[in-house]
DNA sequence: CAGCAATATGTATGCGCTTGCAATGCTACT
DNA sequence: AGTAGCATTGCAAGCGCATACATATTGCTG
C-alpha cells in the first residue's frame, strides 16, 4: 500500500488556477482576497480533502496553538469535570489542551521540557508546580504559566486558587455558633497550601474563644475508608473531638459512616463533621455532609481566561487570583 | 519587550563548532554520530536553552507524534482513571495526546477535522463515535482510529469494549439462581451497544426458565436522584418487578437508597439490585452493591498498544476487541 | 604502511505554510 | 481619458529540522 501523500495548499492552488499563496490566504481569517478566488479556492479544497497542515503553519507563525496542561492530582473527586472544563475553555479560545500526567517533581520538571519541545503556547497545572529552575526556564522561554488550585510561593507563575483564609474562617465561625469545642482537623495533603489556609484560619478564628481549640491535625489520611479508621482510632482516645474538619468528602463519608453504623456516634449532637469538595454524594439524603463548595467551573475558566490573555499579551506578570467558595450547613453540623 | 528568538540547532551548531545537520543527529536516537561531539553539542544545547523544535520536526518527518483523543462521556463514573490511563500510555509510547471535548455528532466531526489539521498520527474515541463519512476521510488520510467503550457497526474503526453479551449471561444465570422472576432493566442510554448487548443476553438468558420474565426496559435513567424517583414509581405499579439491572451504578445506588430509606423493601429478599460499573461506593458497607467490575485499566492499555500498532505499521485494518467483566455478587442479591 | 570499509561530518534541499514586497487589476474621481 | 488609491494576487524567502548525498575521517587488515 503506498502511503499517498496528503494534499497540500499547492495542490488545491493548482486545481483552483491560482497561486499557493491565495490558497494560504482563502483559510486565513480576514486575509485580503476577493469573495470570488476564495470560493474556488475552498471548492477545490474540499474536492481535495484538503485541511490545512497546522504543523506547518505553526513553525511559520511560530506560535503552536498548543496549551500544555499539567494534570497531576486525577484522585480529585472533579477531576474529569475540571479537565473537560479546562479542555474546552482551551478549545473554544482556538488553541489545542497537550494533556500530561504528572506525580513526581522530576515527572513535573520533564513534562515542562516536553512542552517547551512542542512548542506550547502556555502551560496549566493542576495541584502541582514546576521547580524553581524549570519555571525560570519557562520564563526565559516566554511561555506563561498558570497554577490551579495549588498556591505556591516563589516562583514565577500566576495562581488561581479559592480563598482559603476566608474558607477557613466561615467554617471556624460555624463550629463557634454550633458551640463546639475540641476540633480535630483531617487533612490528605500536608503540602497543600490550601489545605493549611483553611486550618490556619480555622485555629485562628476559634482561638478567640475561650474553652475552643484545635485538638489535634491529622495529614495522610484520604478516602471512605481511611475516614472510618480514622474515627475508630480517635474515639478510643481519652480526649474525644465534638468536630472533625476533614479536606475530602470521601474522607469525611467515611467518619460519617463509622459514626452512624459502626461507633454509634449520634451526629451532630455528639460530633459535627465537615467535609470538603461537595461531591454528589455529600448531598444524597442518607449522608447529608456539611461541607464547601468550590466554584470549580469558575476557577476553571477563569485560569484558562488568565492564561491566554497572557498569551496574547506577551505579559509574564504573574497574577494572584483566589475566588470565594461556599460552605453549605449540611445535617452534620448543628446550628446553635 | 523584545521578545527574543529561542535558540535553534543553528546556535547550537555556532556555539560548537559544527553543521546544523550534527545537532539534528546528536538529538536523533541512533543517529551516525560520535560520542565526542554528541557531548560538545549538548554541553552548547545546555548553555543555549535548547531543546528541538517538535513542530519543526513534525513536519520534515512528516509525523506529529500527537495522538488525538476524543472524549464524550464525560460523567463516565471513571472518566479522570480513563483519561489518565489513556494519556499516560500514550506518553509513555512517546506519543503526545491532544484532547477534545465532544457530546453532539457535529462537534464530534468538528473535532475530527481539527485532528486532521493537527496531523495527528491516530485517533482514540471515548464513548462515541465518527459518522460515516468522518471515518471515510480518515481512511483516505490514513489515520487509524480506536474506539473505546462503544461499538459501532459499520465505521472503519476498531473497537475496544467488554464482552457485553458474556455480562450479561452471567447476569441472567445469577438471577435464575436467586430465583428472580419479574426483571426490569434501567439503562440511562438507549444507544449504546454495550446496554443494549447485556440488555438482549439477559432476556435471552432467563427466557430458558419458565415464569421468568423481562417485565420492562426504562432508558434515559441517569444519576442516584433519577434512580430514587424511578424505584418509587416502580412501587406505584401493579406488577412490581422483584429485580432490577442497572447499567450505570449511581442509578442503582439511588434505587437502593429508596428501597432503604423511603419504601423499606427489603433487598435482596424482596428485591434484587444489581449495577453496573463497581465505583467505589457500591463497594461501601453501608450500600454493598452487587455490581460489574469492568476491567478499565485493562482496556485502556489495550486501546492505547492497538492503536499505536495500527501506526506503526501503518495497517488500516479495524479490529473488534472484547475483554472480560466481572460480576460482583455482593448483598443485593441472593445467591439461591 | 597501503588500501579499503566503516564511520562521521558537512552541504544542500525540502517539509507546508505565512508574509513582506512587488506587480497587477480595479474603482472612482478629476 | 488619465491617474491616484486601494484591493487583490503572485513571487519568493524563510520558519527549524531531517535526511540524501557527497566528502572527510577513522579504524582495521594484511
Redesign the interface.
Known sequence: ?T??R?NNSQDVADLANVSQASVSRAFTLGASISAKTKEKILAAAAKL?Y??????R??SKNQ?G?IG?L?AN?D?PK???I??GL??AI?EKGF??????ASTIESVDKAF??F????VDGVIVFSTSPSANTSA?CL???IPIVILNHSTPGINASIVTIDSIKVGRQIGDALLKGRYKRIAIISSDAHSQVVSGISNAIAETVSHAAGTEIISKITGIHG?EAGIQTITDLWAEDIKPDAIVCTSD?TALGIL?GC??QLNISVPEELCVIGLGDI??SG???HDLSTVKIPHDELVKTTVTTLISKIET?SMEPENIRLEAKLLLRGTIRSS
Do not use: G
Request: some cysteine; glycine content about 0%.
Open positions: 500500500m502511503t499517498k496528503r480533502d485541511q490545512p497542515n497546522i504543523i506547518a505553526s513553525l503552536s498548543l496542561i494534570f486525577w480529585h477531576a474529569a469535570e479537565l473537560k479542555c474546552e478549545t489545542k489542551p497537550v494533556v500530561q500526567s521540557i516536553d517547551l519541545s512542542y512548542q526556564l526565559r522561554s516566554n471512605y470521601y459512616a452512624r453504623h454528589p454524594a444524597w439524603k442518607d506577551k
